[in-house]
């Protein structure tokens, strides 16, 4: 997502005005616990304990208290139009959105992401919901919406096929059909996209296709995983020269052609069409060679003369003529009667 995020206040300013109202000690354990120094690592309860030699609960009770402490000061109230105006962006940004999205959104410096963080961390107005099995670190400001946008993503997944594969265009229109009831303000492409991507179960591989995450035609992990992804873009059979070609210009791994060739024998979802053409299963190809293909036309369709053979075989291999005729030759496999019809020998 494009950073485009534009405030008219400086968070890093802000929240040094509102620690000012602090402690030295709770000062420190604010700025240690959430990255607002030079050191942006947010430290846990135990290290920042062991620290100042006290346990961890005492450092989460001076949180605490530091935390009431700036929400009653004079300060926070002096700069209630910025957490206004944070409202106003996580609306505008659909009201629900991953912690990732909107961080990177407010900026793309870690300390400044901090601060904006701990400001969305101070006000009720604002609501984390931590990662879990389903879904990413989001925040909201919608109780309802945030609600149905989690129920809308865990339909959605339901309705996938495990190896399916959506275009983008096509998942945002399903995903939005289990939204009816949500106000059309929200139902833009750009929103819809974000919330998709609050989801742990559903994601896009690289060619920006949309499936189960865990999928291997979106969790891509090896070569045959890649070359799929290549055929399935052609849209037509390809030489495996060009399948390692073009893995490593659209996903810029290094595949050698003798193992891009290996890999598309191994795996069943390839059918070899041609001399080093290979095609996907999924588009109606069968295994086996020439030979093997006669066999299963003249089984289908019963006796053919030879052009009508020649006609059907040129649908499923890329092939010289010359070829299937000198298969057809074989009386081994195949026989030929009065009336010029080929039949299997059985």
């Known amino acids: 997502m494009p950073k485009t995020a534009i405030v008219t206040f400086k968070p890093k300013q802000v929240n040094k005005a509102l620690l000012q109202s602090l402690s030295d000690r709770g000062k420190e354990i604010i700025t240690e616990r959430h990255g607002l120094g030079k050191n942006t690592e947010k430290r846990t309860l135990e290290a920042i304990g062991k620290k100042y030699g006290i346990t961890r609960e005492r450092v989460r009770q001076i949180e605490k208290h530091s935390i009431s402490t700036i929400k009653s000061s004079?300060?926070?109230?002096?700069?209630?139009?910025?957490?206004?105006?944070?409202?106003?962006?996580i609306k505008g940004l659909g009201a629900v959105v991953s912690e990732e999205d909107l961080l990177s959104y407010l900026s793309d410096d870690k300390e400044t992401r901090n601060h904006f963080q701990f400001l969305l961390y101070l006000d009720d107005y604002f609501n984390k919901e931590k990662e879990d099995d389903l879904f990413k670190h989001r925040w909201h400001v919608d109780p309802d919406l945030s609600s149905k946008i989690h129920e809308s993503l865990h339909k959605l997944y339901q309705s996938l096929s495990n190896e399916e594969l959506v275009s983008e265009p096509d998942m945002i229109k399903r995903f939005l059909r289990y939204l009816e009831d949500v106000s059309d303000d929200y139902k833009k492409e750009e929103i819809a996209r974000r919330w998709l991507s609050i989801s742990k179960k559903i994601s896009k591989n690289p060619l920006g296709e949309w499936g189960k995450a865990d999928s291997k035609n979106i969790n891509t992990k090896g070569m045959r995983d890649y070359a799929f992804l290549v055929l399935r873009k052609q849209g037509r059979p390809i030489h495996f020269r060009e399948?390692?070609?073009?893995?490593?210009?659209?996903?810029?791994?290094?595949?050698?052609?003798?193992?891009?060739?290996?890999?598309?024998?191994?795996?069943?979802?390839?059918?070899?069409?041609g001399r080093g053409l290979y095609a996907l299963k999924e588009w109606g190809y069968t295994g086996g060679v020439v030979r093997d293909v006669i066999k299963r036309i003249l089984k289908q369709k019963g006796p053919l003369p030879a052009d009508e053979i020649i006609k059907e075989v040129l649908k499923e291999r890329f092939v010289r003529e010359n070829t299937i005729l000198v298969n057809l030759q074989n009386p081994n496999h195949f026989v030929k009667d009065e009336d010029g019809l080929y039949h299997v020998v059985e």
Do not use: M
């Open 74 to 89: 004079k300060e926070y109230k002096k700069y209630s139009h910025v957490f206004d105006e944070l409202h106003d962006i």
């Open 243 to 273: 399948v390692a070609k073009t893995i490593e210009e659209i996903f810029n791994k290094k595949a050698h052609v003798a193992t891009t060739h290996n890999e598309l024998i191994k795996d069943p979802r390839f059918v070899l069409v």
